[in-house]
Each structure stands twice: as C-alpha cells, then as structure tokens.
C-alpha cells in the first residue's frame, strides 16, 4: 500500500495512493501510534483522493476506531480528517467517522484537503 507521511508542525498530512486494503491501514495506524511524534501532533488529514481500488471492509472501520479510542487514552485530543472523493470509500469513511462518535478522537469527512485544513485549525 503506497501511502507518505507528511509531518506539519501541528499535525500529519498522510497521503495514500494506488491500491489499499484493510490490514494495511491498520499496520500503519499502529505504525503512527509508536512515532514519538504522534504524541504531539493535533490532527492526521488522511487523503484517498488518489485511491485507485481497495479490500477495506466494514469491520476494518470498527477495528480502526476501537484501536484508535484505546490510543486516546495515552495520547488525549486529536482531529482526524477523512479526505474522500469517490464511492464506496465515502461510505466507508461514514461507517468509520459514526464509530468514533462519543469517542475521544474527534473525526470529520471531507471533499477537499482544503477544507480538511480548516477544519483542523477550528477550536
């Protein structure tokens, strides 16, 4: 799975491209979790708008946002930008960004990474 970290002096810009499945992401996330970087970070804008084909599922939303809220206990608030362009991974993106409601990371879907940014900065 092609995918670059971008580190920004608040946060993570992480592109993914080409093609990506479910355990993948996962792998990375965790990868994500055990940089000494992350715990300083506010936001993570992850952009699939390059995303040419997947094997992402339903239940890779559920592991994603259960992992991610055992996380939060260690690491507090962060905001956690869905860049998305195209069917079925928007739908996937809603069933992920629903499970994080309530949750300590905050999620948000968007069309643009521009909008993702201002969305990042918004107290």
């Known amino acids: 799975m092609p995918y670059t970290n971008t580190w920004e002096p608040e946060g993570l810009y992480r592109k993914f491209t080409g093609i990506i499945n479910g355990e993948e992401i996962l792998e990375s996330n ?9 715990q300083t970070i506010n936001y993570i804008i992850n952009d699939f708008i390059d995303v040419i084909d997947h094997s992402i599922e339903v239940i890779h939303t559920k592991v994603y946002a259960s992992t991610d809220e055992i996380i939060s206990n260690s690491k507090g608030n962060l905001k956690i930008a869905l860049v998305v362009t ?26 643009t990474i521009e909008d993702a940014r201002e969305w990042t900065v918004r107290k």
């Open 30 to 38: 965790f990868d994500l979790h055990q940089d000494s970087k992350f």
């Open 86 to 111: 195209q069917e079925p991974l928007i739908a996937l993106a809603n069933s992920y960004r629903e499970e994080m409601i309530g949750n300590t990371f905050e999620c948000d879907i968007f069309n």
